[in-house]
């Protein structure tokens, strides 16, 4: 078993749309947990970082459940500028190991 | 500068050469990484330094080696390519390890043949 699986998706969504990602990691240890955007061809840019509290970002909200061991990425109100591939990330505190998932996919469609 | 750059952007290379691809940050960050990008695989892990002048290996060291001579630099040396290193390498740099989030250059698209 993969240590963060993601489904690859694509999801394709009209714009306006409202969709949401999950992403589970098997590593009970881990304590940091990161969504970070790429674009084709281009460097994984920090989208959010997820807390235990959940945390919005304008039309972007994280949700960690710790005790399923997974984390969720909702965007609402979906704009074909978020047309891109979602990376979940997770990390142990003082560590150096951050374990990317292979990502999600992510089509809006006018 | 601002934030991670990598030298050079893309470069095609014949099998059993040497290659040095270079990092460099200007936003010093202790931590430095290198990851190559594979279709369907995600971002593995090649080297780590958690400190100038500390380094260490991450998932996938084998035929890659790297120095941390300052805290801005960071390159990786492949010392006899081999097609199997075709592949998209980034450089990323965080302040901490672990809870701090990373920074990742634009990448190198290196290409073996």
């Known amino acids: 078993r993969k240590e963060v699986e993601q489904d690859p998706g694509p999801f394709n969504v009209p714009e306006g749309a409202t969709v949401a990602f999950n992403c589970t990691y098997s590593n009970s240890a881990s304590q940091s947990f990161f969504w970070y955007r790429q674009d084709c061809r281009k460097e994984p840019k920090l989208l959010m970082s997820v807390y235990s509290s959940g945390n919005e970002d304008g039309r972007f909200t994280a949700q960690l459940n710790r005790a399923s061991q997974y984390i969720s990425l909702l965007i609402r109100d979906s704009k074909l500028s978020d047309s891109a591939t979602y990376l979940c990330v997770v990390s142990t505190s003082g560590t150096y190991k951050y374990i990317f998932g292979t990502g999600t996919r992510l089509k809006v469609l006018a | 500068i601002a934030g991670i750059t990598q030298a050079p952007t893309s470069q095609i290379l014949a099998a059993g050469r040497r290659m040095t691809l270079r990092c460099t940050q200007d936003m010093r960050h202790n931590a430095m990484y290198w990851y190559r990008q594979d279709l369907g695989l995600g971002l593995r892990l090649i080297h780590y330094?958690?400190?100038?002048?500390?380094?260490g290996k991450g998932e996938v060291p084998d035929g890659y080696s790297v120095s941390r001579a300052n805290t801005d630099d960071f390159p990786l040396t492949l010392a006899s390519a081999v097609p199997s290193q075709t592949s998209v390498y980034f450089c990323a740099s965080s302040a901490g390890t672990g809870a701090r989030e990373q920074f990742f250059g634009p990448g190198t698209r290196l290409t073996v043949l």
């Open positions: 330094s958690n400190t100038a002048g500390t380094t």
